[in-house]
T-cell receptor, first 112, second 113 residues
Framework: KQEVTQIPAALSVPEGENLVLNCSFT??????LQWFRQDPGKGLTSLLL?????REQTSGRLNASLDKSSGRSTLYIAASQPGDSATYLCAVKMDSSYKLIFGSGTRLLVRP | AAGVIQSPRHLIKEKRETATLKCYPIPRHDTVYWYQQGPGQDPQFLIS???????DKGSIPDRFSAQQFSDYHSELNMSSLELGDSALYFC????????????FGPGTRLTVL
């Protein structure tokens, strides 16, 4: 059974710092991995999608990497801003399924 | 750009009542997914539809049923509601059921009293 873990569970950084969020999964037979942002009580905003054949994806200040064989992905946020404060979730799609399996998220606070 | 639309956004029901949640996917998206997110928890997959046929099933209670209609919108029907059904219910859609990004709607917050 696939398990997705995110470390740390919470992170507080001063504005301007570069930071890395970690996501690990136990079964490497994934089709793709998606990173989301969720504001409190709100919906999920898709940030980046990495196919299993890709190593990384970039969008603006965000860069996501994937090491499928070791079961790891990282989300790098450059020059963090208070507006980046939210919960960041990673989710994997298995080869054999349509569904996304989510990690429990990292709650990020960027202090002004 | 058009997004996934969910209605209603908020719903309050009593125990043992019935609720119907609606989802309108992004135009030209043929796959719809339903997820449940309890308080302080990560989203859990319930069910998905591709071209109006059920394509995958997760931890959906027997009290719940769903379908996708000819215009690709989907409805999640929930009967005999329990207190534990209180959660955020998300609908997502994708253009390609295998490789594409799943785009999530704003969610319906269901409160069961």
């Amino acid at each position: 059974k696939q398990e997705v873990t995110q470390i740390p569970a919470a992170l507080s950084v001063p504005e301007g710092e570069n930071l890395v969020l970690n996501c690990s999964f136990t079964d490497s037979a994934i089709y793709n991995l998606q990173w989301f942002r969720q504001d409190p009580g709100k919906g999920l905003t898709s940030l980046l999608l990495i196919q299993s054949s890709q190593r990384e994806q970039t969008s603006g200040r965000l860069n996501a990497s994937l090491d499928k064989s070791s079961g790891r992905s990282t989300l790098y946020i450059a020059a963090s801003q208070p507006g980046d404060s939210a919960t960041y979730l990673c989710a994997v799609k298995m080869d054999s399924s349509y569904k996304l399996i989510f990690g429990s998220g990292t709650r990020l606070l960027v202090r002004p | 750009a058009a997004g996934v639309i969910q209605s209603p956004r908020h719903l309050i029901k009593e125990k043992r009542e019935t609720a119907t949640l609606k989802c309108y996917p992004i135009p030209r998206h043929d796959t719809v997914y339903w997820y449940q997110q309890g308080p302080g928890q990560d989203p859990q997959f319930l069910i998905s539809f591709y071209e109006k046929m059920q394509s995958d099933k997760g931890s959906i209670p027997d009290r719940f049923s769903a379908q996708q209609f000819s215009d690709y919108h989907s409805e999640l029907n929930m009967s005999s509601l329990e207190l534990g059904d209180s959660a955020l219910y998300f609908c997502a859609s994708s253009r390609d059921r295998i490789t594409d990004t799943q785009y999530f709607g704003p969610g319906t917050r269901l409160t069961v009293l």
